[in-house]
């Protein structure tokens, strides 16, 4: 039977696959199918991209609108973080992490099984798999398990997690021994997943193409021989689909804006007051939630925001529409029962860094030079996937758009197995062996919106979307010069 393996490198862009910097995953790319037009969701972060990939829903729908968000339906009135157990408190309070069934949860409705492990946040491990202790599959993590009952086996025989380290290199080596030892050959699980958080720490801490980040994704690449030498010598090949994906895109950090400081500067209090703005700041985006979505603080929010250097593409929730000079979030798959009621994105360019990576934007936080991620650049919503197995065609480049929300419907036609729920993304026929050789029809679509501003400058933005039949795939989206 068919097992598909995911290997994840967090922030890895596509000019990054080069037989210099990753010598297994270019000669994997070169066999197997190679998406060129991938796409993570908006806004580009981790965990939010993480829910897309196990759901196939893009975040209006699977509700993590952000890494770093308000759930209303768990603490209207205050942001928190995506990590566990923050999540874990959600869940118990809420019922439900993430409002759609996850890979794990439909697989086990086959009696089939989702194991996931990652060096990443914890957050991005435990949106894997919220509901593993009643549902079956498990996530394992240097934190914790699920279920919980499986951290001491783990520790008992592999021994303790190394220390975190940049590059993450010995977390990365020990994840995939668990891997290797463990999880493929014993559990053997319909998928399985590791995600490597590199180069993403790195891009971080250092900055896009710096030397630490190269050395990052040699490392990283190196472990992907690993797993991919045990596949060969195991004869697993023969019935395993790798498919190698990143979350998201790179930018590195032209500014830091202070966002939630500016705001309260402009006179909005707190989330506590009536009449106030929860700010949720995401790096290259921030999510704006105002309290009772009252619609003339969105509007008058909004408008404040249009009026500042940096801000870039701005969409509303339909709860507070119309609101003149925004887009709607719908067209970011925003929409949902837990979506913010403003979403921004900073305004980007395209200018290199010093190493000659293409793509500046400001960031609530780090320090310029360094990396980020978060808005709706196009070098951010550009990430890499990889497919090379028997479910798979071979050499081949597919152009049409893909995206991160069609890895769990794709995965499910591998498996042969019917999710039973609505999904976002599509299967990438294209792309399986014995499916539709064509590429599918894409549609482009740039959707524009301005406001006069009270100084007599105009606001105005455009965000571009390509869509595949009823799948959505943003492609970039940013102020325009007014
Ligand atoms: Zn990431």
Known sequence: MTSVLIVVFDGLQPSQVTPELMPHLSALAAEGVAFGNHHPVFPTVTRTNAASMVTGRAPGGHGLAANTLVVPDFQPHRAISAMEPELAQVAAKTGRTLLSPTLADILSTHGREYVAIGVGTSGNAYVHNPDAERSGGATIHPDFTLPRSLNGEIIERFGAWPPEGR??????????????????PERDPAVALIWSSEPDKSQ????????????????????????????????????????????????????????????????????????????????????????????????????????????GALLASEAVAPIPGTLPLSLAG????????????????????????????????????????????????????????????????????????????????????????????????????????????????????????????????????????????VDQGNALAG
Not at 174 to 180: D, E, M, N, S
Not at 266 to 271: D, E, I, R, T, V
Request: hydrophobic share 40%.
């Open 204 to 311: 971080h801490a250092k900055g896009v193409g710096s030397e630490l980040a190269n050395a990052a994704l040699s490392a990283a690449d190196e472990q992907l021989g690993v797993i991919l030498r045990w596949l060969a010598g195991a004869g697993r090949e023969a019935d395993t689909d790798v498919m190698v994906v990143s979350d998201h895109g790179y930018s590195t950090i032209s500014e830091i804006v202070e966002l939630d400081a500016i705001v309260r500067a402009a006179g909005f209090p707190g989330g506590d007051t009536p009449g106030g703005v929860i700010v949720a700041a995401n790096g290259g985006s921030a999510m704006l939630y105002v309290r009772d979505k009252d619609a003339a603080t969105a509007d008058r929010l909004a408008a404040f925001l249009m009026r500042q250097p940096w801000c």
């Open 167 to 184: 590059p993450n290199t010995a977390r990365m080596a020990h994840a995939v021994r668990i891997l290797t030892e463990y999880i493929l």
């Open 334 to 473: 925003g929409e949902g029962p837990r979506a913010p009621e403003l979403a921004m994105s900073f305004r980007w360019d395209s200018q290199p860094n010093g190493a000659r990576y293409p793509g500046h934007a400001p960031s609530t936080g780090g320090a310029p030079g360094l990396g980020q991620h978060g808005s709706m650049s196009r070098h951010e919503l550009r990430n890499i996937l990889f497919a090379r197995g028997p479910s798979f065609r071979q050499a081949l480049t597919v152009e049409a758009p893909s995206g991160n929300t069609d890895l769990a419907p794709t995965i499910l036609r591998i498996l042969g197995l019917r999710s039973g729920h609505p999904m976002d993304g599509r299967v990438l026929e294209e792309a399986l062996a014995g499916g539709s050789a064509s590429e599918p029809r894409q549609v482009a679509e740039t959707h524009e919106a301005e406001r006069p501003l009270e100084d007599g400058r105009v606001f105005r933005q455009a965000v571009t979307v390509s869509r595949v039949g009823n799948t959505t795939y």
